[in-house]
């Protein structure tokens, strides 16, 4: 991984409506490896028993998490393989070819996608940082909390030993940026209020 140096540093409040106006007037300079701050309510969903388990809308995650934004999924995929099997092709293992969106329509030139008048931000993530679990506005233990969902889907189609997990973020529930320009050097920190 190559190092960027910083050579200068922008903090900047928007409010929540204005980020992905702001992000897409950004251009190529809202790219590359960020830190993602974000708070959402856990969807029925993604809740055992949906509904009628009695934690509807009722569970908050908020999370830091590394991420990569302007990802290439099928990139990644072929990257990832590439590291754990070196330079020897794998027997009957094409090259990776990401499928269609199921959902959503991609913003050309940006990380973004729309989906019924709403905005997602799409990254690949590295790593969490943090994550904190609550109930009714009360903290609570993350194996508390994540006895309540489904566990997360893996995919079938990657054949990694590491998991590439794209997501997308919806606009709304970010709350802070922070990245450094791959092109200028310039590192931006962004509060979403």
């Known amino acids: 991984m190559s190092q960027v140096k910083v050579i200068g540093h922008a903090t900047t409040f928007v409010k929540a409506g204005s980020f992905v106006a702001y992000a897409m007037a950004m251009g190529k300079r809202f790219r590359?490896?960020?830190?993602?701050e974000s708070e959402v309510t856990i969807s029925n969903s993604k809740i055992r028993g949906g509904k009628s388990s009695g934690y509807a809308g009722r569970i908050t995650k908020?999370?830091?998490?590394q991420v990569y934004v302007n990802p290439h999924y099928a990139n990644h995929v072929n990257n990832q393989r590439a590291r754990e099997h070196g330079d020897h092709p794998i027997e009957g293992l094409e090259h990776f070819e990401s499928a269609p969106r199921s959902w959503g329509t991609r913003i050309e030139g940006t990380s973004f996608v729309e989906h019924k008048g709403n905005y997602y931000l799409e990254v690949a993530v590295q790593r969490c940082l943090e994550t904190?679990?609550?109930?009714?506005g009360q903290p609570v233990a993350k194996d508390t909390a994540e006895a309540l969902l489904h566990p997360p889907r893996e995919s079938k189609r990657q054949k990694t030993a590491k998991a590439i997990i794209l997501r997308d973020y919806r606009a709304d529930s970010l709350r802070g940026v922070t990245w450094t320009c791959p092109e200028s050097g310039v590192k931006y920190e962004l509060t979403i209020e």
């Open 32 to 36: 590359g490896f960020a830190t993602i």
């Open 132 to 136: 904190q679990y609550f109930i009714d």
């Open 62 to 65: 908020y999370s830091k998490t």
